[in-house]
């Protein structure tokens, strides 16, 4: 069994309520939901912070959780939301689905689930990754690169792009390596999980301000699931309104289709 689990905070310093946010009719965390709900998991539960969120995502059908409000990291968070749930028996991973991500696709979470489908090659953790096709994004210190080994095991994260290439200059980079950007989207065994919320903050992750490198500095291993889709998060009202103009235009799309 694998189960997905949500992480929606109420406060945000650029976005207050953000998971409540109203997009085309919905709200972003019932989006969410509804993604995560047609993916091959055998649960889907929202772990927030908030009453608010707690009633809003059960008065939609949908199930959640209410958790401590001081913890450092959506990972923590749910590790306290599984234990909330019982720690139910038979979990072979959970998947973290990040709650301001309205327009995930079921494929880029069914690509985590099954790399856990047999126990005897099940990675620690696993998380996902898409290729670099722009300058931008190669260069954007907000969309972390991360480098993958043969096996497709996570090597190194980081804010710039890895590795250097000392024979090119910079903006040939793109035409001499394939780049992979990292998709905040995580995967790991329960026992895992457990252990990594006892770890210190390491000093890569204080570096580059990464969670998954302490992951890495603790001996954990990652395997990383290869995805073209992108991702689509919401972090400022800037966002919110790209969001909004991204559903009016598949409305539209969708009504030519059907003349």
Same mark, same amino acid.
């Given at each position: 069994?694998?189960?997905?689990?949500?992480?929606?905070?109420?406060?945000?310093?650029?976005?207050?309520?953000?998971?409540?946010?109203?997009?085309?009719?919905?709200?972003?965390?019932?989006?969410?939901?509804?993604?995560?709900?047609?993916?091959?998991?055998?649960?889907?539960?929202?772990?927030?912070?908030?009453?608010?969120?707690?009633?809003?995502?059960?008065?939609?059908?949908?199930?959640?959780?209410?958790?401590?409000?001081?913890?450092?990291?959506?990972?923590?968070?749910?590790? !306290? /939301?599984? @234990?909330? #749930?019982?720690?139910?028996?038979?979990?072979? =991973?959970?998947?973290? +689905?990040?709650?301001? %991500?309205?327009?995930?696709?079921?494929?880029?979470?069914?690509?985590?689930?099954?790399?856990?489908?047999?126990?005897?090659?099940?990675?620690?953790?696993?998380?996902?990754?898409?290729?670099?096709?722009?300058?931008?994004?190669?260069?954007?210190?907000?969309?972390?690169?991360?480098?993958?080994?043969?096996?497709?095991?996570?090597?190194?994260?980081?804010?710039?792009?890895?590795?250097?290439?000392?024979?090119?200059?910079?903006?040939?980079?793109?035409?001499?390596?394939?780049?992979?950007?990292?998709?905040?989207?995580?995967?790991?065994?329960?026992?895992?999980?457990?252990?990594?919320?006892?770890?210190?903050?390491?000093?890569? !992750? /204080?570096? @580059?301000? #990464?969670?998954?490198?302490?992951?890495?500095? =603790?001996?954990?291993? +990652?395997?990383?699931? %290869?995805?073209?889709?992108?991702?689509?998060?919401?972090?400022?009202?800037?966002?919110?309104?790209?969001?909004?103009?991204?559903?009016?235009?598949?409305?539209?799309?969708?009504?030519?289709?059907?003349?």
């Amino acid at each position: 069994m694998i189960i997905g689990l949500i992480p929606a905070r109420y406060a945000s310093t650029r976005l207050p309520g953000k998971p409540l946010i109203d997009l085309g009719g919905q709200s972003m965390i019932a989006r969410v939901v509804r993604q995560a709900q047609q993916a091959n998991l055998a649960r889907v539960v929202v772990a927030t912070d908030d009453a608010r969120i707690l009633d809003h995502v059960r008065g939609f059908g949908g199930e959640a959780v209410l958790t401590r409000p001081d913890h450092a990291s959506g990972t923590d968070r749910l590790q !306290e /939301a599984f @234990e909330l #749930l019982g720690s139910p028996a038979g979990v072979r =991973a959970i998947v973290n +689905i990040q709650g301001d %991500e309205p327009f995930i696709h079921p494929a880029q979470i069914n690509a985590l689930a099954d790399l856990f489908a047999d126990p005897a090659t099940a990675p620690d953790i696993a998380t996902l990754v898409k290729p670099v096709v722009s300058a931008e994004e190669l260069f954007s210190p907000h969309l972390p690169k991360v480098v993958v080994g043969s096996a497709g095991q996570a090597l190194y994260f980081s804010r710039h792009p890895v590795p250097f290439q000392r024979q090119h200059p910079p903006e040939h980079w793109l035409a001499h390596h394939r780049y992979l950007r990292h998709l905040g989207l995580y995967a790991y065994k329960p026992a895992v999980l457990a252990q990594l919320t006892q770890l210190p903050v390491s000093p890569l !992750e /204080a570096a @580059e301000s #990464l969670e998954q490198l302490r992951w890495l500095e =603790a001996g954990f291993h +990652i395997r990383c699931a %290869e995805t073209t889709l992108d991702a689509f998060g919401i972090d400022t009202p800037e966002d919110v309104a790209r969001a909004r103009a991204f559903l009016v235009n598949n409305e539209e799309r969708n009504a030519l289709a059907r003349v």
